[in-house]
């Protein structure tokens, strides 16, 4: 009998843990992870960025979560000799269409509360001197950390304290009792006080497996990146990012240096119809099936069939991709960029065609479940396990 359990061995249902560990020591909870290790899925894929928060509305859950998780975060790394760097970034307004939009980031930024300033063409061009811009916002506090070294530390941490990880075990059946629930998997039965859902990519299957109705659905989209050929990565500093398109609900192709040294370039942001499939001719029926016949889908692609299709094209053709990377840094061609890294993210879609804005988090009986929690979810992942713990606090089990 376990005081809880938690579906999902990525950062957010590690930090859970680490964090119910941390408020009720010596608590006697078990990770069940389907697969054959740890981050394997959204954390594994990650770009690897400790965010500052400055994209997300004031006052939500992402805002405050993501400014709290970069001090935490930069703190764990710290105290457990992780290797990270708060590198800073730049925002980069190319047109005068886009210093408008530079300021209201800016504004959002500052009721944030970071520490962030806006700087001139010249101020630029010493951070970062290979970009076209005519103006930047400079995020000095965001940085780079690989976030499955972080899990690695993580999942000791657990361990050590007695709690127990079991891997290649899929939760196949969930009973929310009176007084328990009881989790099925292929391998073994686990009672437990309370169930806490963070399996991220499948977790509206989890809730609806525990009996919950959700008014949301998890919709894959695939993150394709390109690496800088190694002979041109000095023309990438540090983190390069466009201003967002505010007509288009993804941060728009950036250039990210990882703290291994080598350069992302991406992503773009396509419909995957394989939840766990990284290749372009990844397929699943039953998650193709599953997005294209939800009516939350068809209004979200009637909203952004432009955009969409945009993103396709440079899916499929590398010189649409080059064409969008050339803007903030012209000198790049096409034979500068080698394939690289390919993600996926969950993002929650309502019926109604609209995304799930904000980190999602809902109470059940016994059971809490975060149904939304992509990017910034890695930044915040230790704030998000003490909100969950918050949640879970009133339902303490002892056994």
Not at 85 to 114: F, H, M, P, W
Not at 246 to 269: E, S, W
Not at 361 to 373: E, F, L
Request: charged share 20%; net charge neutral.
């Amino acid at each position: 009998m376990y005081d809880y359990i938690i579906v999902g061995g990525g950062i957010v249902g590690l930090s859970v843990a680490m964090a119910l560990s941390d408020k009720f020591p010596g608590t006697k909870l078990a990770i069940i992870e389907k697969e054959e290790k740890l981050a394997s899925h959204q954390t594994g894929h990650n770009s690897g960025v400790i965010h500052s928060g400055i994209y997300y509305t004031p006052g939500s859950l992402k805002a405050r979560l993501a400014k709290e998780g970069n001090e935490s975060m930069v703190a764990f790394c710290e105290l457990h000799q992780i290797p990270y760097e708060q590198c800073g970034k730049v925002i980069v307004a190319t047109s005068e269409s886009e210093r408008l939009l530079l300021d209201n980031l800016y504004q959002k930024g500052i009721r944030n509360g970071l520490q962030i300033r806006k700087i001139n063409r010249n101020e630029l061009l010493e951070l970062e001197p290979h970009v076209q811009g005519l103006e930047a916002i400079h995020v000095p506090m965001a940085g780079i950390v690989n976030y499955q070294s972080v899990c690695e530390v993580i999942g000791t941490i657990i361990r050590n304290r007695g709690g127990e990880i079991f891997l290649n075990s899929e939760a196949k059946e969930i009973n929310e009792l009176e007084n328990e629930v009881i989790v099925e998997t292929n391998h073994q039965v686990l009672r437990g006080g309370m169930l806490i859902n963070c399996a991220g990519l499948q977790s509206d299957r989890i809730a609806k497996l525990t009996g919950y109705k959700l008014d949301m659905k998890i919709v894959p989209f695939r993150g394709e990146y390109y690496q800088l050929a190694p002979n041109k990565k000095h023309l990438v500093k540090n983190l390069i990012y466009p201003v967002p398109n505010p007509n288009f609900p993804f941060l728009g192709v950036h250039f990210t240096r990882m703290i291994d040294g080598t350069i992302d370039v991406g992503p773009n942001a396509v419909l995957n119809l394989d939840r766990e499939g990284y290749k372009k001719v990844s397929f699943k029926l039953q998650d193709a099936a599953e997005t294209l016949t939800y009516l939350g889908f068809w209004k979200l692609a009637s909203t952004y069939m432009k955009e969409g299709i945009n993103e396709m094209v440079r899916s499929f053709y590398k010189k649409k991709f080059v064409e969008s990377v050339q803007i903030l840094i012209p000198s790049i061609e096409g034979k500068d960029l080698i394939p690289g890294p390919t993600g996926i993210r969950a993002q929650a879609l309502r019926e109604d065609g609209t995304l799930v804005d904000d980190f999602y988090i809902i109470n059940g009986k016994r059971s809490v479940h975060v149904c939304n929690a992509p990017s910034p979810a890695a930044t915040a992942s230790i704030e998000i396990g003490k909100e969950v713990v918050k949640m879970l606090s009133t339902y303490k089990v002892t056994t």
